[in-house]
Every structure is written in C-alpha cells, then in structure tokens.
C-alpha cells in the first residue's frame, strides 16, 4: 500500500473578492432591514396593538352584555311581581263582585218571590171571590129549579 501526500487546496480563498462579498451582503441586509424587516415588524406591531384593543373591547361588550342581562333580569322579576300583585288583586276584585251579584241576586229572588206570592194571593182571592159568587148564583138557580119559581136576592 502506498500513501500518496497530495496538498490540500483550501475551498475559500481570501482575497479582494470575499472582502466585497462581505460588503455587498452588508448592503443587502441593511436594505433588506429597511425595506422589509421593519415594515414586517411595524406591521405586526400593528396588527398585536389592534388585537389587544379587540381583546379589551370584547371585555367591554361581554361586560356591557352581563349589565344588559342584569337589568332585563331586573326588569323581569318587576313585570312578574306588578303581573303577580295584578292578578291577586284582580282575583280579589272579581270575587268581590262575585259575592256581590250573588246578593243582588239572592235579594231580586226574594223579591220576585214575594211579588210572586202576593199575585199568588190575590188570584187565589179573586178565585175565591169568584167561586163564592158563581155559588151563590148556582145555588140561586138550584133553588128556584127545585122550587119551580123566582126566588128574590137579598
């Protein structure tokens, strides 16, 4: 086996042409800074500070949401306590006129009742009057029948 010694010949060599590669990559990053990383980061900025003001205005409206909530709540149980209070009294009210047409009608019965008895009454009086009238006549009328001749009417 033989070993050959063979000199290295070095990738890079530094010379005229690395020194105005380095400043033409330093010109470019600059300009690239300027031209795109910064706008790039202005924007984000940008964009982070609207979404920290969305963050906090979504806070206000779930706030603003929760007091809303709160006051038709409020609002709520006030409507069902007026409805409520309404209805007792109305309840109320209409057992009270109930009661009261139950008299006014218990009371026109008893009226009509005793209107009723006294017409009641008087047609048994005139009937009366009448039966007492038609007997004396047909007694009348009988007895001059069975004694064949006008008896006269005192």
């Known amino acids: 086996m033989e070993f050959e010694i063979t000199r290295a010949v070095a990738l890079i060599s530094i010379n005229a042409t690395l020194v105005a590669q ?26 982070d500070r609207q979404v920290e003001q969305m963050k906090k205005d ?6 603003d949401l929760e007091e809303i909530f709160y006051k038709i709540e409020l609002e709520t149980r006030k409507v069902k306590d007026e409805a409520f209070t309404s209805q007792h009294r109305l ?17 026109e019965i ?24 038609e007997s004396e ?4 009328v ?12 005192e």
């Not at 033409?24 to 910064?38: G, T």
């Not at 008893?110 to 007492?132: F, N, P, S």
């Not at 009988?142 to 009417?153: P, Q, S, T």
């Open 91 to 107: 309840e109320k009210d209409g057992a009270a006129q109930a009661q009261e047409l139950f008299s006014n009608t218990n009371a």
């Open 58 to 63: 979504i806070e206000t409206a779930e706030a």
């Open 142 to 153: 009988i007895m001059e029948k069975a004694l064949d001749r006008r008896v006269a009417h």
């Open 137 to 140: 006549r047909v007694s009348m």
């Open 22 to 47: 380095l400043i033409s990559f330093l010109i470019f990053m600059m300009l690239i800074s300027r031209l795109m990383y910064q706008p790039l980061q202005d924007i984000m900025v940008e964009r």
């Open 110 to 133: 008893g009226r009509l009742h005793e209107e009723t008895k006294k017409e009641v009454q008087r047609q048994i009086e005139d009937a009366r009057q009448y039966l007492a009238d």
